[in-house]
DNA sequence: CTTATCTTGGACGTACGTGTCTAACTTAAG
DNA sequence: CTTAAGTTAGACACGTACGTCCAAGATAAG
């Protein structure tokens, strides 16, 4: 965290880096494919060797750490850049969604189960957890201003957002859903289903 | 399929069948809480020895493939027990609904990329097929009859109905809802994701 | 150009899971 | 009780992935 990265040799190779940056995005690409691509698999992607990779990243658990954290801050910045605080809740579900949308489709990994499982020891449970925080938000204010459904609990429409947009991820990568048509679909259905409708029905 | 079981040798114990049965058992359990737990995980699991196992089961393969067609027996018959043709759509949803929520809770392995990932090599690509055929052509009925929704694709509807089954099968066992509580959540979510509103609202 | 960094190829040890085999034992079936 | 079915313990070969070490060659930095 701390770490003032402190130039103490004299010569650094921005050739390493590069290299370094290449089995990151790999790892990201190959693991997004397949959970569980071993570091052969991943160094051939980036277009090195085996031990290149350990050069870089000391273990697997090392590089899944890096990974994550990668996503993260990444993810994090693009949804830094939505405003979703000051908006009517349903406008503000509706910029969420499409950034959102826009994220999982640059990063499939994050759809898979490399991120939830790789719970290295005892860590925070929930790596993502900074990405769903802003939803978390969001989804209480449109509760508390009484635009968006009470029926059930805010947990669970917090995972039906999730499972909804896994679909639609799936679907692109099936190849059975355009990009376009499943970030409308995501989008609709989310909306219908978090959108409290005009007039209160039945039971 | 058409094997007749016929009795050729003169001794057969019980005793072998009950132990084959506790192994498939304890896979199922097994593999529905760990997709990649070992032989002899659940070979412990149902108290027995790993060549047990192979005793019954010539290799994983033919274990995962057992699993698959128990289930798939299971609840093709348990799924066949409600009548999802004659009644109205929406009834018949719901009735589809409850039913095969029962079946995800008595085997939460079918909510595990188990099955999914375990299509051997080139078997068909959706063993459990069987199981969503019935709401495939529920859905359908329900739209040409007019009363499902029909702003996205059919297949769309069909994933996010799964998807929705995923969310409340994960929300029981993280223990952050009880069984009625996803149940409910579940039933209600699809039914507004599915059947049409009352009156047409605009784009 | 000199030097330290970086990558590469080769080899090695370890751990784990699969699948097979065999001999000894328990136990249900006749 | 006798016999064959079934389970067990032990060992083995095999493959794969992880992680480490080292020496040689390529290359960017000064």
Redesign the pocket.
């Known amino acids: 965290m701390a770490e003032p990265e402190r130039p103490r ?12 940056a ?2 990151l995005d790999a790892a990201i690409a190959t693991l997004g494919r397949q959970a ?8 051939a992607a980036a ?6 990779v ?3 990243y ?6 899944l750490t890096a990974v994550i954290d990668h996503l993260t801050t990444e993810t994090a910045s693009a949804l830094d850049a939505i405003d979703v605080t000051s908006p009517p809740p349903e406008q503000a579900l509706r910029r969420w969604l499409e950034a959102s949308w826009a994220v999982v489709e640059r990063y499939p990994i994050l759809l898979s189960p490399v991120i939830a499982t790789a719970a290295p020891p005892a860590d925070e449970h929930d790596r993502h957890r900074p990405v769903t925080t802003r939803l978390v938000d969001l989804v209480r204010r449109g509760r508390r201003t009484g635009v968006f459904e009470e029926r059930h609990s805010e947990e669970w429409t917090i995972s039906a957002v999730i499972a909804l947009g896994h679909a639609a991820g799936q679907q692109v990568a099936a190849g059975r859903m355009s990009s376009a048509e499943a970030a409308a679909a995501y989008r609709d259905s989310v909306l219908r289903l978090v959108v409290k409708l005009p007039m209160a029905e039945d039971d």
Chains 1, 2 share one sequence.
């Open positions: 040799s004299r010569k650094r190779r921005l050739d390493g880096e590069r290299s370094r290449a089995v569980d691509a071993s570091i052969e698999d991943i160094a277009g090195v060797v085996r031990q290149t350990y050069a870089h000391p273990s697997r658990t090392a590089l």
